[in-house]
């Protein structure tokens, strides 16, 4: 079966410093990767995706992630975290056309001041 | 304002008792898809529609039922709820598949908090 997975449940960090949340997938030959962020109580909002071409994706509020095939991964990356990016974010993938979404368990990160 | 709508946001309900959980864009989108997310578990997708009149089962679709007779509704019916379909549910849509044009993104509704006693 497809999956994705999320090595870290949780990863706390201090106010600016880096972070990298991992996320590896199954290998198939068309694969479109995401990541999601949810706040609390609130739905999932799209932070970036990687569908082709250039394996580097930024994505909004300074976040990006990097496509490796050959590990099959697609970790996300902030240079500098603020308290704000506080949140649980998840990987997805999809496969082919683009139906079904396989996502991750999920990383609650959280920013110490 | 686009956005996707659910109703209700919190349910308690009793084992056996059919409930249907709505939901609604106003975006004209095509794809349209309901997910529940349990701790530990992340996010499972139940069922997704690619248009009206066109359903197909994610990988938990067992125990839900689903409809798309409009293209902006789909809701999500539990015949008989179980006290393991206790759960977040969130719907999303999108303008076609899973968001795959570059510009595209899957747009995710407030969530439905339900619970089976």
């Known amino acids: 079966a497809q999956s994705v997975t999320q090595l870290d449940s949780q990863v706390p960090v201090f106010e600016e410093a880096p972070v990298e949340l991992r996320c590896n997938y199954s290998?198939?030959?068309?694969?479109?990767l995401f990541w999601y962020v949810q706040y609390p109580n609130q739905g999932l909002q799209l932070l970036l995706k990687?569908?082709?071409?250039?394996?580097l994706v930024k994505g909004i509020n300074g976040f990006e992630a990097e496509f490796n095939k050959s590990q099959t991964s697609f970790h996300l990356r902030k240079p500098s975290v603020h308290i704000s990016d506080t949140a649980e974010y998840f990987c997805?993938?999809?496969?082919?056309?683009?139906?079904?979404?396989?996502f991750g368990t999920g990383t609650s990160l959280t920013v110490i001041p | 304002e686009a956005q996707v709508t659910q109703n209700p946001r919190y349910l308690i309900t009793v084992t056996g008792k059919k409930l249907t959980v709505t939901c609604s864009q106003n975006?004209?989108?095509?794809?349209m898809s309901w997910y529940r997310q349990d701790p530990g578990l992340g996010l499972r997708q139940i069922y997704y529609?690619?248009?009206?009149?066109?359903?197909d089962k994610g990988d938990v679709p067992e125990g839900y039922k689903v409809s798309r007779k409009e293209k902006r509704n789909f809701p999500l019916i539990l015949e008989s709820p179980s006290p393991n379909q206790t759960s977040l549910y969130f719907c999303?849509?999108?303008?076609?598949?899973?968001?795959?044009?570059?510009?595209?993104?899957?747009?995710f509704g407030p969530g439905t908090r339900l619970l089976v006693l």
């Open positions: 999303a849509s999108s303008l076609s598949g899973a968001g795959l044009a570059d510009q595209e993104t899957q747009y």
């Open positions: 290998s198939s030959v068309s694969v479109y």
């Open positions: 990687y569908l082709s071409g250039s394996t």
């Open positions: 997805a993938v999809t496969y082919g056309a683009g139906n079904q979404f396989y």
């Open positions: 975006m004209n989108h095509e794809y």
């Open positions: 529609s690619m248009n009206v009149e066109v359903t």
